[in-house]
């Protein structure tokens, strides 16, 4: 029986499908008539639902909604074909507004009685298009092969889960694994969709579902993706999509540090629209990225890492969060009665740590700067300076700041100039009123002092706290005062006469804090004449009322000086003290509340010297009054047993060296001894180790003559580098000293560059960012300075790839380290010439262009391949053979250089020919580019003819000794049935351990010689070298030598007087004069030859530092 219609549904289905064609051919085009579609699709669609028909069983035929669905599905078929554009997305984009407006109006369109179950609940038209579209197309499509159709479909169903209305369990669950599976694909734009359907789901999923199901959380996927997906526009997706909440934010503020520019851009923005939200009310309430919601620690991450970001743009956008905060921070300033204070931002301080001074003062400023009328409409009359607080206290000196750089800026402005001295000048008081208000706010702190040490031990832990709190608060107000008091204008001697009446009255007080004492110094500075009268009244004012409270008798008779301390003999002038019968008495005739007594106040003028030493540029020849500080204060405090004295009394011995040279040079025994006593404490040592180089960065060479030249300096230097048991901090220290000292040429070694290098790359401190992040800096700097400085990194690339090597196959488990081919390449960056600053590009320098020194480390790296106890393996021969592609070929080259590099690349496939393809072609590719670049430059001379002149015999040598590796292995043999009197025979026997790998004596004996390693090579050519000088002529066999041979002459067939050859270590010296040195080979331990000269300084040095030590001990006392 055929189906029937129902009644009143005349409808045309031809014309609706025509209709739904015409659509989406006008929305392809343009989405300006998206809206009128989609209404106009709705109205196609709803019509077509209407048009129903029943079978013979009597069940419903939905005869219109499959018109419908065969049009739809038809249309996105054809869409699935479109490539990466616009009309692709705008087609997406429609499909996704369309399916929002049914499942949006599925409660108000018609609904036919058969749609409702038993359960009164209906089945909607749109929630079966809506299954049937997933069933049938959506989730067939997301495993297909092509990566356009994988890309349309699951574009098309991140518009749609965004618009989803209710859906089976079972094609949710479908629909979530496909999508995870997405965010796996190799193809970026298709991670980005599946991450922005994934973030719609995000929270749905319950607990138990999940472990029902045995499902992964979203959160663990959306996570990882947002944080390690190596595309950005992925990062970014995500993070635009992804709901923000307590668990979400951590992650989201880690973008703040994200590689590019735009995703940190990016992530400010997505901050500032969250800081408020709407509620169900529609009024306006707080957000998760709000400061209150927010913890300390994140808002200063986010001014931290904003305000310090490197791109303007993103400096900018987090700007303008702040200024979002300072809108939002106090929603009820309304009714806040003090009209003087800006609610806006003291309630944003309120929310901060103000003792992070520098953080968030720089927020402010920067805030101020981007609009002015934040700090033009704030009003400082008597009634703010009457009732501050610390965070009004903190406000005005920010102002005060801001106006002075306004004054001090390098584009003068006469207008904002002007405003800015107005401004001031209305903000600051008079110095005389502003001396008292300082008064009664720190005798308000004295007394909370005096009163918390009465009652601390009585108050349980929340009062104790509490009181602590307000200690804090009053200490802060106290010192925000004495910065205002900086910028005070002392013109009137009244106002100046009582401040520094007041100053000099709170340094002296018992009770001041050691916060207190840098800004007392600093508004001293102020109110000082000149520095001399500075030091005078610290010196002898200050610190003698404080040693000696109410002694006003004569001191300027002299005293004898203690012969007991060892550096007080020291001193370089006699000392005015006190007379003989005014002596303090001697600690050990004190009771223990007088040696208390008499070590706080010695650590309290050592602070205050301290803060003063750090405020003088003069010499301490010209402040005789600074003489009794050193000789009575500072010089026992060293001596102490104390170690926070200790500390303090080695900073301002450090201060003191820094302005006399006299000081420097009899204090710096005492300071490398000390450095070396691992007994001392660690941040003890990391004093010492600052004083030491700070006095090298201020005396340069003056401080390299003997005992202490540059030599000892490497060696005392090069012990400390190769201690393994040094903390993190002290290593950091050394390296960032070792790296200013080399900057400016002050101390350049090769020994402790490769040291360096290790340290740099080294597994021990892939967790010490601040001595990798100073070494990183320093290196790329170093580099780009000068071309000699590239030549000394480039001679030890061979040497430190090969003990990283090493190292990185001796990793444990839980270690890591950077792929070799990485190491590889930095050091090539480094070493390049278009690194250079002076580089030009334009107009290149030629001695920049036609640098060789990638070319040196071509060399050094075949010879390490032509080594037979190379240290590089298979998988780190692959590296380096990688690695020639990338090198620097220069232009010009010189013949010599040219025709050598080529002999070594000849010999490689003869002599140690590589194992697998990689590395062959790799080599091979290398050698055809060598041999076509400088074709001209190894026409001139044959092999024969190069290595047959006098001046190319250590070349030959080298070559000569290479032996191919079947060669070793027969000779290998036939040694352990005869023993030969070779020469390298007779080495091998008496350095047996220089043979590594072999089995008794015998076969030791004759491997040695038959391998002949690169340093024996080394020793034989620095011999003949030696006799050719003399007057005797060189080896036959160096005059004869054939660029490929296939066995070596025997050198036991010469009779000829043999001297034993010692193979040389790290330690022992080369004496071959230096014009006929031969060129350094790649296994050689030394990275740099030094000529004899300094190599005899070196060795004078070592032999001196035990002299030296005794001379220190008699001058100073032990510990």
Request: proline share 4%; charged share 30%.
């Amino acid at each position: 029986m055929p189906g029937r219609t129902r009644a009143g549904n005349q409808l045309d289905t031809q014309d609706s499908v025509n209709a739904i064609y015409s659509i989406f051919d006008q929305v392809q085009n343009t989405s300006a008539n998206h809206q009128k579609n989609i209404v106009a699709l709705h109205r196609l669609f709803v019509n077509l639902s209407q048009l129903r028909g029943r079978n013979s069983a009597g069940d419903t035929i939905l005869i219109g909604e499959r018109k419908f669905e065969q049009a739809m599905f038809d249309i996105i078929l054809r869409v699935l074909q479109f490539k990466k554009g616009a009309a692709g997305d705008r087609v997406a984009k429609f499909f996704g507004g369309f399916m929002k407006c049914i499942n949006e109006k599925s409660g108000q369109d018609p609904i036919d009685p058969d749609d409702f179950d038993g359960f009164d609940v209906a089945y909607t038209p749109a929630a079966r298009f809506t299954e049937r579209l997933l069933k049938n197309v959506l989730l067939k499509g997301l495993g297909a092969k092509e990566k356009t159709v994988r890309f349309r479909i699951i574009q098309l169903c991140s518009e749609l889960v965004f618009n989803l209305g209710e859906i089976d369990t079972d094609i949710y669950y479908q629909l979530r694994d496909a999508l995870l599976n997405r965010i796996k694909d190799k193809e970026w734009n298709i991670r980005m969709q599946a991450g922005i359907g994934l973030c719609k789901f995000y929270g749905i999923d319950e607990p138990e579902d999940l472990r029902e199901n045995n499902l992964e959380p979203l959160s663990e996927v959306l996570f990882e993706s947002l944080a390690c997906d190596n595309q950005g526009e992925v990062r970014r997706a995500i993070l635009v999509n992804l709901p923000l909440n307590k668990t979400t934010i951590p992650l989201i503020l880690e973008r703040t540090r994200d590689v590019e520019e735009k995703t940190r851009k990016l992530t400010y923005t997505v901050l500032e629209t969250n800081v408020t939200t709407m509620d169900d009310e529609n009024s306006q309430v707080i957000g998760f990225a709000h400061p209150k919601v927010l913890s300390i620690e994140q808002r200063e991450m986010i001014i931290r890492n904003g305000l310090g970001d490197r791109d303007a743009t993103v400096r900018a956008a987090a700007v303008k969060l702040i200024e979002k905060w300072v809108e939002t921070a106090d929603m009820t300033s309304k009714d806040q009665e003090n009209g003087d204070e800006p609610q806006g931002l003291i309630g944003l301080l309120k929310l901060f740590d103000l003792c992070t001074d520098k953080l968030v003062a720089d927020a402010i400023i920067r805030l101020f700067e981007s609009d002015p009328r934040h700090v033009d409409d704030i009003t400082f009359g008597d009634n703010y300076w009457s009732t501050l607080t610390p965070e009004t206290a903190f406000l005005v000196r920010i102002c005060v700041d801001y106006y002075k750089g306004q004054i001090e800026q390098i584009e003068r402005n006469d207008a904002v100039i002007a405003k800015a001295e107005a401004r001031l000048e209305a903000i600051l008081p008079v110095v005389t009123s502003f001396a008292f208000r300082l008064q009664e706010h720190f005798n308000a702190l004295v007394e909370g002092l005096r009163y918390h040490g009465q009652v601390a031990s009585t108050l349980d832990d929340e009062a104790r706290v509490l009181q602590e709190d307000d200690l804090a608060d009053k200490k802060f107000m106290v010192i925000e005062m004495l910065k205002i008091a900086i910028s005070l204008d002392y013109g009137d001697e009244i106002g100046r006469r009582k401040m520094d009446s007041l100053i000099r009255d709170m340094l002296t007080h018992d009770f001041l804090p050691e916060d207190l004492v840098p800004p007392c110094m600093e508004v001293m500075t102020q109110l000082s004449t000149s520095e001399r009268d500075l030091i005078r009244v610290v010196a002898i004012e200050v610190v003698q009322s404080l040693r000696d409270p109410g002694d006003n008798e004569d001191e300027d008779a002299e005293q004898d000086v203690d012969p007991d301390a060892s550096f007080e003999s020291e001193a370089p002038v006699s000392t005015p003290t006190r007379q003989k019968n005014a002596m303090p008495k001697p600690r050990e005739e004190m009771s223990e509340a007088e040696r208390a007594h008499a070590d706080k106040i010695d650590k309290r003028c050592l602070c205050i010297c301290q803060s003063m030493l750090e405020r003088v540029n003069g010499t301490l020849e010209n402040n005789s009054s600074l003489d009794g500080i050193v000789k009575e204060l500072i010089y026992p405090a060293v001596q102490r047993k104390d170690n926070e004295s200790r500390i303090q009394g080695f900073r301002c011995l450090g201060l003191i060296s820094l302005i006399s040279k006299n000081i420097a040079n009899m204090a710096l025994p005492f300071f490398i001894k000390q450095m070396k006593i691992d007994q001392n404490p660690e941040d003890l040592r990391v004093i010492i180790l600052q004083v030491v180089f700070d006095i090298l960065m201020k005396y340069g060479q003056a401080m390299m003559v003997e005992p202490y030249s540059s030599a000892a300096w490497v060696g005392h230097f090069t012990e400390l580098l190769e201690r393994e048991e040094t903390s993190e901090e002290f290593r950091a220290v050394l390296c960032m000293g070792l790296a200013k000292l080399a900057l400016p040429a002050v101390l350049v070694d090769a020994t402790i560059m490769k040291l360096l290098l290790i340290d740099f790359f080294s597994p021990q401190n892939i967790k010490n960012q601040k001595l990798k992040q100073c070494l990183s800096f320093f290196f790329q700097a170093y580099c780009a300075s000068s071309l000699g400085n590239q030549e000394m990194i480039s001679s030890l690339f061979s040497p430190v790839f090969c003990e990283l090597c090493d190292m990185n196959s001796k990793l444990d488990d839980g270690e890591e380290m950077a792929s070799m081919g990485q190491i590889a390449g930095i050091i090539l960056d480094w070493t390049h010439p278009k690194k250079l600053y002076n580089y030009n590009v334009d107009n290149p320098d030629p001695a920049h262009q036609n640098s060789c020194l990638h070319i040196d480390i071509a060399r050094d790296i075949i010879k390490e391949l032509l080594n037979s106890d190379s240290k590089l393996f298979k998988e780190r021969k692959k590296v380096v053979c990688q690695l020639l592609s990338k090198l620097h070929l220069p232009e010009v080259l010189d013949e010599d250089k040219a025709h050598f590099v080529n002999l070594l690349l000849d010999k490689v496939p003869s002599c140690r020919p590589l194992g697998d393809a990689v590395s062959k072609n790799a080599f091979s590719k290398f050698q055809v580019t060598f041999n076509n670049k400088y074709e001209k430059q190894l026409e001139g001379l044959s092999a024969e003819e190069y290595l047959s002149l006098e001046k190319h015999q250590a070349e030959a040598q080298f070559l000569n000794d290479i032996i191919p590796l079947d060669d070793l292995s027969m000779t290998t043999r036939r040694g352990r049935k005869r023993r030969s009197g070779s020469v390298t025979s007779s080495a091998a026997e008496e350095e047996p351990s220089t043979s590594k790998n072999t089995r008794g004596r015998k076969a030791k004996a004759k491997r040695a010689r038959l391998s002949t390693s690169d340093n024996e090579s080394d020793e034989d050519s620095d011999r003949s070298d030696h006799e050719t000088e003399h007057g005797s002529p060189p080896a036959s066999r160096h005059s004869s030598v054939a660029p490929t041979r296939t066995m070596p002459k025997r050198q036991a067939t010469r009779r000829a007087p043999v001297d034993p050859i010692t193979i040389s270590s790290d330690s022992e010296q080369d004496t071959t004069p230096r014009n006929q040195r031969p060129l350094p080979t790649l296994n050689t331990k030394r990275e740099d030859q030094d000529d004899s000269n300094s190599e005899h300084v070196s060795q004078a040095t070592g032999h001196s530092d035990s002299e030296e030590e005794d001379e220190v001990s008699g001058l100073l006392v032990d510990e």
